[in-house]
């Protein structure tokens, strides 16, 4: 698709390029933050799987610029100008009947558009790919599914850091305040294999947060509505008050994704998130998988089946064997339903879509003025997986093997 039909296709992608960020996805951030005012009294902040980098420039441009957007930009002017007139037409100023009050416009537009800086803000952003520079922000290459990603992270969060020290004190280590995470994997097209690899992502990403948060601190990640999400709210609650999945107007309506907002993390008494231990589990999976095998009900052999023809005994399957005293035996039956299981801990999230409904719908195609300028990207891939594919592409003369003539 050329660069002026996925403008008129595609209105985020148009207006990314026209307000400079780097990728559609920052109005994704920007209207969560309208809904749930993800950046109040926020400085420390880790972004994952940020390239091109569109939601560290949102971060960096409101929490280290101090600029407002969207509804609280619109909030702030009106706050301002209500003190104007306040000032204004007080008791002490007040214009005498028949005379106007005069305003000076260009002070009071220059003062509408302070901005407020905050002070100590510290934002650390991970992908797998380079990142651009951006102003006040310090950003890594790494993978976020590796486990040498959690110290590199509080490394760069703390140059003090030391690893032995923070595996023996984990808790110093939680001083973050926000942790988002954008991730998603090249896309298959198989959803089932898509949603598995992003959940991979979210499992990741989810056990960084719980590493670094703070307790108050707040989670926003991408999801991909599979099947057995819900399951997936419930294990969020477990550590976080409020559990949100939430889908901006600038996410198309069809497709797959969404947002997971997960507010106050609020850890289950004696839960210490561990380095070595990710999500409380860490490497021991095999381990406890066969602790829970040794505490399953005691069975009996399954008795052995004789074959109709020869009248010979089959040996029966290798089971854990053991009769009660009384003789019986129990038999265990294979779970065939094993979703059935989860059943008493679903629990399903509240929904909330957000950005002014009036905005533009990701999912429609838009008239251009006929004098209308297609934009180039602000920030092209820097080094995406597929480069390579494209120069051996080119060389090859293209998609259909066309020798690229030079005309
Ligand atoms: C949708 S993009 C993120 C867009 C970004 N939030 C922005 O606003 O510019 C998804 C990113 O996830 C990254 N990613 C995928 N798997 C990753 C992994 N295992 N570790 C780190 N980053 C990963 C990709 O490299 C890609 O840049």
Redesign the pocket.
Known sequence: MGKSSKDKRDAYYRLAKEQGW??R??FKLLQLDEEFNLFEDVTRVVD????????SQVLSRVIIKGETFGRSAWQDREAKFRQRMLNVFGSDNQPAAGEVAEIDTDTEAASMTENKPRRDVKIVA????PISPLPGIITLR????HPATVPLLLKALDPEYVHEEAVKHPQASHQVDLVIS????DVTGLHDLDIYVQSQ?LF?ALNLALCVLKPGGKFVAKIFRGRNVDLLYAQLKIFFEKVYVAKPRSSRASSVEAFIVCINFQPPAGYKASLEEPLGVGNRLPEILAERQSLLPVTAPVAPLQNSDSGAWDSAPARPQTADKDGIFEVEVEDLAPVDRYQDIRWVAPFVACGDLSAFDSDASYKLPDDHVSLDPIQPPTAPPYKRALELRRAHGGAYGRKATGN
Do not use: K, N, Y
């Open positions: 780097r990728a996805s920052a994952l799987c940020a390239a091109p980098g569109s939601w991970i992908d797998l790919q790494a993978d976020i599914t954008d991730g998603a994997p992502l990741a």
